[in-house]
């Protein structure tokens, strides 16, 4: 639920920061990162989760 809120602020929020001739590059740019990172990080999950049960947990905990 609180991932709907966040998309929706991210969306509002981004025409206020980023000048104007700038917003298609910046959205085009979310949209790689997210699903990028999606795609990504299912791969590594999986390969972490073989590896050792624990590890996908460890790398989350790390990474923030």
Partial sequence: ???VFFQLAE???LPH???R???PTAVAQN?????GSGLAGR???GALF???HLLPF???LLSW
């Fill in 58 to 60: 460890v790398a989350d």
């Fill in 31 to 35: 949209q790689a990162r997210e699903l």
């Fill in 43 to 45: 791969r590594l999950g």
């Fill in 17 to 19: 920061i980023v000048p």
């Fill in 50 to 52: 073989a590896a050792g």
């Fill in 1 to 3: 639920m609180c991932f």
């Fill in 11 to 13: 969306s509002a929020a």
């Fill in 21 to 23: 001739h700038q917003l």
